[in-house]
């Protein structure tokens, strides 16, 4: 299945959780997107692709429906490959429905959790980062990846898996391709749904002084 078609089904897993965060600005970060080896049920096709941000690292392309707030991300990889601490990099980039776009944000922070959540097999690992929320918009498309800084990290590719395309974007400094036989990327997006916007102070004085001018006009209507 193509990858448009994928995107329709990210937006439309995401609804739901999406509208559970959407009830408070302040909303702890949920699950937005799980493509993670237990939840997709696809075959593994590879612990070891070399995962690193100045080689070779990946991406892979998401849409929501709705502005989201992503502040958190998982990759899968092959255990004893990076840990706890270990230096990462979240990589945003814009993106057409076919290719990666220029980088727009890079975010360097550490891994927070290192276990085996979402993993299908002994050979896999789950490492966690958080990082400053980034706003995507709503029907656009984007590319993240989450790679290691001065030490190695490995991803874990998913064959098989519906709505996918068997596939990732493989970057190797500015230059990318797409490799047949790597398998859609195995990770989790967290964050929360975009609070509606709030009306300035000043907007609200103005609409107060609306509604009271209404008010009074009534009243002299009915004297």
């Avoid at 696809?42 to 070891?48: E, F, H, P």
């Amino acid at each position: 299945m193509n990858k448009n078609f994928r995107n329709r089904l990210l937006s439309i897993a995401a609804a739901g959780l999406l509208a559970a965060a959407a009830g408070s600005a302040s909303a702890a970060p949920v699950v937005l997107i799980d493509w993670s080896p237990a939840a997709t049920g696809g075959t593994t096709s590879g612990n070891s692709w070399t995962n690193v941000y100045s080689s070779q690292h990946f991406y892979e392309q998401v849409r929501f429906s709705a502005n989201t707030w992503v502040s958190g991300m998982d990759i899968f990889n092959g255990v004893s490959w990076g840990g706890l601490g270990s230096g990462v990099m979240v990589s945003i980039r814009a993106g057409g429905t076919a290719v990666p776009g220029a980088e727009l944000l890079a975010y360097s922070t550490t891994v927070s959790v290192d276990d085996s959540s979402g993993t299908a097999t002994s050979a896999q690992q789950r490492l966690h980062a958080d990082f400053t929320p980034f706003l995507m918009q709503g029907g656009q498309d984007y590319w993240i990846g989450m790679s290691g800084v001065g030490v190695t990290l490995t991803q874990t590719g998913l064959s098989g898996v519906a709505g996918g395309d068997g596939r990732m974007a493989q970057f190797n400094g500015a230059n990318y391709s797409f490799s047949a036989g790597i398998g859609d990327m195995a990770f989790r997006l967290y964050g929360e749904a975009a609070a509606a916007t709030v009306p300035e102070p000043a907007s609200l004085a103005l609409v107060s002084l609306g509604l009271v001018g209404a008010v009074a006009a009534r009243r002299r209507r009915a004297a």
